[in-house]
Every structure is written in structure tokens, then in C-alpha cells.
T-cell receptor, first 114, second 115 residues
Framework: GNSVTQMEGPVTLSEEAFLTINCTYT??????LFWYVQYPGEGLQLLLK?????DKGSNKGFEATYRKETTSFHLEKGSVQVSDSAVYFC?????????????FGQGTRLTINP | AAGVIQSPRHLIKEKRETATLKCYPI?????VYWYQQGPGQDPQFLIS???????DKGSIPDRFSAQQFSDYHSELNMSSLELGDSALYFC??????????????FGPGTRLTVT
């Protein structure tokens, strides 16, 4: 079945550091890939998405490229801020039996220190 | 912009009681998804609806049921509550393009505590 594996956290960085959170997936067919962010006490917010191979999703300085050959969708940001502290979830959406439920990775908690 | 609305935001119930969670999707969205997120866990898919019909079912206990109404809002009914049902319950909505929903937008969640 479909599955997503993220790098284990927690990840702690200093402000303005470069961020990479690794995400790999296993899926049948051609899933869509997403990064969601969850701030403390809040719901999940869609950060970025890519719906086909070689697509690059970007938002708020974050980027991720859909790599079919390596089945990866790593999240990157060139210079993180304290306000980026949150839990980040990689997810895929595959057409399983006609529905597009999201399958999430286990989440990576990111803490940015000033 | 309008977002997904969930009510109540917090709910405290005792074991063996019943709970009803409500979800109001973004206007013009025709699909609704329910997810359960335990403490420190990733969200797990429970059930989904497209145009008021159940479209998929995940790891939803038989004690739970859900439906989508004519105005597209959805309700998740949970009976014989157990301590292990304590979790954050998210509703998400999306709009199908053809037969594909590319994005799901999440509500703020209902935090259910069973004592």
C-alpha cells in the first residue's frame, strides 16, 4: 500500500540556517505529494504541493521537488526563521478505490532558535 | 477567505457516552474527509464523502458512523466512547476536478477527551 517516510525529528536549527527535511514515499501509480505544517494547538495548513513528476512546489520560501526516480519530496528552505517552528508532515494522495485520502508521514518537529 | 469550520472545538465525554462532531466545508467544496490524530501521531484517515455519498473508509471503528448532508456539512457520530478515542479529530474539504481532488483544506480540529 501507499506509505510515506520522513526523517525523524526533532530538528533544531539556528535562525537563518538552511533546512532540509527528507521525505520518501511508496505508492502505486502517480500520487500527488504535499507538505502540511501544524503550528502548536492548530490544525494542518497546506504548505505546498506537486501533482506530477519534476513539479516544484513552493510557498513562503519553502520548496520541494517531486522526484519520481528517487521517490522523494524533500522540503527545503534557505534561511529559516523562529516563526517556522512547527511540525511538518509530508503526505501523498493516491487514487485508492476512487478516493484521494491523504497518507501522512510521522511528522518532523522543527524548532528554530534565535 | 472562508475556511473549514468544525464544532465543537473541545469536547469532554465520559466512557460509554456518545459524541457528535460537526464539519462545515468550504463553500462549493463537494468532498469531506475525516481524520483522527492521536497525541504525537500523524493523522489517520477515517472516512470520506463525495457528493453526499461515502467514497472511502479507513481505520474507522464500527462504533463510529458519519454522513454528509444535503448542504454538504458532515457529522461524525461516535458511540460507546473509549479512553483510546481521545484525540484531535480533523475534517478536511476539497473540490473535485473531474474525479480528482488535488488539495484538502483542514479545519482547526475538535479535541475530544474521554474520561
Amino acid at each position: 500500500g501507499n506509505s510515506v517516510t520522513q526523517m525523524e525529528g526533532p530538528v533544531t536549527l539556528s535562525e537563518e540556517a538552511f533546512l532540509t527535511i527528507n521525505c520518501t514515499y511508496t505508492a502505486t501509480g502517480y500520487p500527488s505529494l504535499f507538505w502540511y505544517v501544524q503550528y502548536p494547538g492548530e490544525g494542518l495548513q497546506l504548505l505546498l504541493k506537486a501533482t506530477k513528476a519534476d513539479d516544484k512546489g513552493s510557498n513562503k520560501g519553502f520548496e520541494a521537488t517531486y522526484r519520481k526516480e528517487t521517490t522523494s519530496f524533500h522540503l527545503e528552505k534557505g534561511s529559516v526563521q523562529v516563526s517556522d517552528s512547527a511540525v511538518y508532515f509530508c503526505a501523498l494522495s493516491g487514487r485508492v478505490q476512487g478516493a484521494q485520502k491523504l497518507v501522512f508521514g510521522q511528522g518532523t518537529r522543527l524548532t528554530i532558535n534565535p | 477567505a472562508a475556511g473549514v469550520i468544525q464544532s465543537p472545538r473541545h469536547l469532554i465525554k465520559e466512557k460509554r457516552e456518545t459524541a457528535t462532531l460537526k464539519c462545515y466545508p468550504i463553500p462549493r467544496h463537494d468532498t469531506v474527509y475525516w481524520y483522527q490524530q492521536g497525541p504525537g501521531q500523524d493523522p489517520q484517515f477515517l472516512i470520506s464523502f463525495y457528493e453526499k455519498m461515502q467514497s472511502d473508509k479507513g481505520s474507522i471503528p464500527d462504533r463510529f458512523s458519519a454522513q454528509q448532508f444535503s448542504d454538504y456539512h458532515s457529522e461524525l457520530n461516535m458511540s460507546s466512547l473509549e479512553l483510546g478515542d481521545s484525540a484531535l479529530y480533523f475534517c478536511a474539504s476539497g473540490r473535485a476536478s473531474g474525479s480528482v481532488v488535488y488539495e484538502q483544506y483542514f479545519g482547526p480540529g475538535t479535541r475530544l477527551t474521554v474520561t
